[in-house]
């Protein structure tokens, strides 16, 4: 006699129904538990409904993992080792908000203390592990259904997508403000189509007319952020990001705007970039820019809403003038190094003093007023500039910068500022190797050049020579001990400060392209590599 057929209770037949209508729509999930038999149920559940799953068993693993991938949702177990759930949580909401990421909790026990703590610190939803598949895969649905809403309704708030001329879809403005708007090519700013000539840089409109915003191909300009900051002229490309020139429609104030998409940078320089935001929040010296919003305004992309420093960098003043006088000199530096104090201050290196990152600005009564810019490769002083690649400038950078078994600190940035004050005095910098080994062999084992000789009365410019030899030391232990120290030596020269540099005259002049990579450009370069 053959066995009865094993067929399902209507209940059960019920409860597959519902897990299969759960079905998700490839969305990435981020499992972290240290239990591996329950991470694996997990995995081969979610996996049954369509969804992308990785499995770590760590807080820590799971912050590396999310730096690397983008995910949709995560769902995290609050009882773990060494890193709890809930300083997991915290991390995560100091980067993404609950609709950029979700985070569902999973608690062993049922009690409403742990779910409560959850949510104060930022979760969306609270499951214990006891849940069936249904009530898992259900939850996860509606997480990822609101989050999806929320990104369709930021989409259709802050910009359209439009076909360009190769007919990918780019991002423009709000619908409308595209038209009658052109783009000069050569200071890359937006305009109106009939404008005579630019704003900026005074070209003439080209007798076939200004290139629509699809034909100039500028990433991003044009782009109207949080409905209120519209991106109107790239004014830069720094070590992390686009740097653009925003109108605030609210206040009808400009900022400066810099695009950071993150995808294109390993976790590595992903952390840098976050350093980045949280040290201009914390800095308030007013020789740096200040930071006043940060917003995420697509997958992987950051946009940094900061001051405006109207003028010219640094770069572009010696491109002009070629090199300045040992008052304007030291006026610039010990601005710079006033910045570097309230940096240092909190336990920072900026790793990236040079020319193009310093603005200077010409004030009412002709005082000069220097900003210190792109803290993109600013880092923590101690361990994790240990493990970061080469970040930098050459022709800037101290020789502990190249050396993998050196923890930097404060004192690279004075040895960047003694390398500066050379260069505006002389017209060059002291080493001009033509290639990065040769420059960073230079600074490791060459003598710090004399300044050259009519550029101030002799005993001011053997003040200078000795004061730039001991910022450029080559071991940091035999520099000035700070940037306090490096402006009381300044003091002590008794030169007077100047008035300002003459700004007016340099008008929209730019620095001439140079072909290839200089070592005056900041350099990413794995170490070893």
Not at 6 to 12: A, M, Q, R, T, Y
Not at 93 to 106: D, F, G, H, T, Y
Not at 255 to 276: G, N, S
Not at 282 to 289: D, G, I, K, M, Y
Request: charged share 25%; with cysteine.
């Amino acid at each position: 006699m053959s066995a009865a057929p094993n067929i399902p209770d209507e209940h059960e037949v019920e409860r597959t129904h519902a897990f299969a209508a759960c079905r998700g729509r490839g969305e990435r999930i981020l499992v972290v538990d240290d239990c591996v038999d329950l991470c694996r149920l997990i995995d081969v559940w979610l996996r049954e409904l369509g969804y992308e799953v990785r499995c770590v068993s760590s807080g820590a693993l799971a912050l590396s993992t999310l730096a690397q991938t983008a995910f949709d949702l995560v769902l995290l177990d609050l009882h773990m080792p060494e890193m709890g759930g809930l300083e997991v949580l915290a991390e995560l909401r100091a980067r993404w908000s609950r609709a950029e990421l979700p985070v569902v909790v999973l608690t062993a026990h049922p009690g409403p203390e742990l779910a409560v703590a959850a949510f104060e610190a930022g979760a969306n939803d609270h499951l214990t592990k006891s849940a069936d598949p249904v009530e898992l895969a259900t939850r996860l649905r509606v997480q990822l259904g609101v989050r999806r809403e929320q990104q369709e309704l930021h989409r259709a708030r802050h910009w359209r997508l439009r076909p360009d001329s190769g007919g990918h879809l780019v991002r423009g403005g709000l619908d409308g403000a595209d038209a009658g708007q052109g783009v000069c090519l050569r200071c890359t700013a937006l305009l109106e189509a009939r404008a005579p000539a630019c704003d900026h840089c005074g070209d003439a409109r080209p007798a076939a007319g200004w290139p629509t915003l699809d034909a100039a191909g500028v990433q991003w300009l044009g782009t109207t952020l949080a409905g209120r900051y519209r991106l109107v002229r790239r004014i830069g490309v720094g070590t992390t990001g686009v740097v653009f020139e925003a109108r605030d429609f609210d206040l009808n104030r400009t900022y400066a705007v810099k695009m950071v998409d993150l995808e294109r940078f390993d976790p590595l320089l992903q952390r840098h970039i976050y350093t980045e935001v949280k040290t201009l929040a914390r800095l308030s010296n007013p020789h740096v820019v200040r930071l006043y919003e940060a917003l995420r305004v697509d997958h992987g992309v950051i946009a940094l809403v900061m001051d405006f420093a109207a003028g010219h960098t640094l770069g572009e003043l010696l491109a002009y003038h070629g090199r300045v006088s040992p008052e304007q000199a030291l006026e610039i530096v010990r601005q710079v190094a006033q910045a570097l104090c309230e940096v240092h201050r909190l336990g920072l290196v900026h790793r990236d003093v040079k020319p193009d990152n310093i603005m200077v600005e010409e004030l009412p009564g002709g005082r000069t007023f220097v900003r210190l810019l792109d803290f993109g490769i600013a880092l923590p002083s101690l361990s994790e500039a240990r493990e970061a690649s080469f970040l930098g400038t050459p022709q800037y950078a101290a020789p502990e910068q190249n050396d993998p078994a050196s923890s930097l600190d404060h004192r690279c940035d004075i040895y960047a500022l003694g390398v500066l004050l050379y260069r505006l005095l002389a017209g060059h910098a002291p080493f001009e190797d033509p290639t990065f080994d040769a420059m960073m062999r230079a600074h490791l084992i060459s003598p710090v050049p004399a300044l050259p000789a009519g550029i101030a009365p002799d005993a001011v410019r053997a003040g200078l020579d000795a004061l730039i030899a001991d910022m450029m030391a080559k071991h940091r232990s035999l520099r000035p001990d700070d940037m306090v120290e490096v402006m009381r030596r300044i003091d002590a020269l008794g030169v007077a400060p100047v008035s300002g540099l003459g700004l007016a005259s340099v008008g929209g002049v730019r620095p001439v392209a140079e072909s290839g990579r200089s070592v005056a450009q900041t350099w990413v370069v794995k170490k070893g590599g």
